[in-house]
């Protein structure tokens, strides 16, 4: 169970929202989860080299903090995260409008334009025409400032794709709920599979829940409800998440995820 979790992991669990964390406590805990030290030195190297982190010192003795750039990344993923149980919880409503956005970059700027093109999809927005993407949330403001000149952009409430009109259908034929549903399987079997595992540390446990439903939310494009069926999948499966969390979360002495759950799911 403990093998699957990968260093990196591991490392970003414990990175603060500010200031730093100590390196002995990222080790330690890697090698309660059965993870070598050189595989941790090795992430660390990569992170840095990345821009994601700096590090203070060596060995355990030292400490990691996030750069500016890291710290972005992360906030991206904790505010999917967010959203998702905002929306589960009834707290963020859909206002009925679509987001029409248009990548306008020239040729010439090519790379501008596949990079504002891959953080479309990353935020979860299809493409429905040549450089014309859609998405039900307003995400304009999650790309970088300078994006806005390269483009276009329009709302409505009034959307036709492919001859289909109807919301719910119009989401269903860009974004099918079959793959969404099927990304959630692992995360469900991660939270049976944690009813039993007594014998491994909680500390640990909490890594591989976390991994879990992090990997289970980097696959989901979070539509908001009213455009999904009910009862959602998904949302049951983050709530019997959030019900083990929360136990575990009683048991442990430790700071993971620090700064980056102010509003915990459990509360």
Not at 51 to 69: H, K, M, P, V
Not at 179 to 190: D, F, G, N, Q, R
Not at 194 to 218: F, G, N
């Amino acid at each position: 169970m403990a093998a699957r979790l990968s260093p990196r992991t591991v490392i970003e669990a414990f990175l603060p929202f500010a200031g730093s964390v100590p390196l002995a406590d990222i080790y330690d805990t890697a090698n309660l989860a059965g993870i070598a030290d050189q595989p941790i030195r090795l992430a660390i190297r990569r992170m840095v080299s990345s821009g994601d982190i700096e590090q203070t010192g060596r060995g355990r003795a030292g400490s990691l903090t996030l750069t500016n750039n890291g710290r972005r990344r992360l906030e991206r993923d904790r505010e999917s995260l967010t959203l998702a149980y905002a929306q589960d919880a009834g707290g963020v409503l859909w206002d009925g409008r679509w987001r029409l956005i248009a990548v306008t970059a020239p040729e010439r700027e090519r790379a501008v334009r596949d990079t504002l093109r891959r953080e479309l999809y990353e935020l979860g927005a299809v493409a429905i025409s040549t450089s014309l993407y859609v998405t039900p949330h307003d995400i304009v403001a999650e790309l970088p400032q300078d994006a806005r000149r390269y483009l276009s952009t329009a709302s409505t409430g009034d959307l036709e794709v492919r001859g289909i009109a109807e919301p719910r259908s119009i989401a269903e034929a860009l974004w099918p709920s079959k793959p969404t549903i099927a990304a959630y399987s692992p995360l469900a079997e991660a939270i049976n599979r944690d009813a039993s595992a007594t014998d491994i540390p909680v500390v640990v446990r909490m890594l591989l829940l976390a991994d879990a439903l992090e990997q289970a939310i980097r696959e989901d494009p979070l539509l908001p409800l009213e455009l999904r069926a009910v009862p959602w999948p998904p949302s049951e499966v983050r709530a019997a998440w959030a019900d083990r969390w929360g136990a575990l979360s009683k048991q442990a002495h430790t700071s993971l995820y620090q700064g980056w759950w102010p509003q915990a799911p459990h509360s």
